[in-house]
């Protein structure tokens, strides 16, 4: 199943939706399969977004017009792109940079994959100068260190909810007081534990 997703930066009206839907639907995606945002900036809310990621399936394909309307930054739009070829799902650019951009052919892997070792040149050098300020900060007799963003109860909640497909994203995000893409980074959107879930349930 084909399933669409339009974005524009500002909800006061002075951008339309009505480019991009024109677009997806002329690529074959039913305008009941459009999922829709207006966002201002990279701090708010998507909730459009989060319920599209929460609908694809397996075999399904996610379109948008330009790569620019589904990533916040490279390293996220990479996230959510490696998310989805995990869930088995593909990933089509209409338009613009990236347009050459398929998940679901040989070449367009191939592409995507040049933008994922971009973003993990990127993640290597934030985290080398992460653990050279931490080196240097012990060395002066402090101690950092990120904190977790949910508690252990938290995890369990947020990973029982999200087993259920109905769970407004956004709406839990809220309750335990984190954005969306904070507690994606904890429970997937079928529920499965991420790497941060596990890390917290493991500590004493």
Known sequence: MLIGYARVSKADGSQSLDLQRDALVAAGVAPGAIYEDEASGKRDGRPGLDACLKTLRAEDTLIVWRLDRLGRDLRHLVNVVQELADREVGFRVLAGQGAQIDTTTPAGRLVFGIFAALAEFERELIRER????????????????????????????????MKNRDTPVSELAAELGVKPVTLYRYVGPTGELRENAKRVLGAR
């Open 130 to 161: 992460t653990v050279a300020g931490l080196a240097a900060a012990r060395a002066r007799g402090r101690r950092g260190g990120r904190k977790f963003a949910l508690s252990k109860a938290q995890v369990r909640l947020a990973q029982a909810a």
